[in-house]
């Protein structure tokens, strides 16, 4: 089995600054990509950012230039910082990865549980 922990929400005041973080254990023989997502009351889930192994950030236009993702691949951890934050920014976030359990190209998506983001004007 594979878990996905995030950590790191809070309250912030507008023009303010959080970090989430996010580690994936478990059975992982590689992770494809990690990424964040973030659901706020009465909308759809939505990517935030996300990197694959290897591969450049991709970012919602919405947060580029305020939020920077990285990841560490050895360790199969992800980090978002959250600059310049909005009340638009209010939401649940949640960590993705995509990951293969064994030599196949196979590749199985898992969730974290969240993490409250709750930024005040």
């Known amino acids: 089995q594979v878990q996905v922990v995030e950590s790191g929400g809070g309250l912030v005041q507008a023009g303010g600054s959080l970090r989430l973080s996010c580690a994936a254990s478990g059975s992982i023989f590689g992770t494809n990509a990690m990424g964040w997502y973030r659901q706020a009351p009465g909308k759809q889930r939505e990517l935030v950012a996300t990197q694959s192994t290897g591969g450049s950030p991709n970012y919602a236009d919405s947060v580029k230039g305020r939020f920077t993702i990285s990841r560490d691949n050895a360790k199969n951890t992800v980090d978002l910082q959250m600059n310049s934050l909005t009340p638009e920014d209010t939401a649940v976030y949640y960590c993705?990865?995509?990951?293969?359990?064994?030599?196949?190209?196979?590749?199985?998506?898992?969730w974290g549980q969240g993490t409250q983001v709750t930024v005040s004007s």
């Open positions: 993705n990865a995509r990951v293969r359990k064994d030599y196949t190209t196979r590749e199985y998506s898992y």
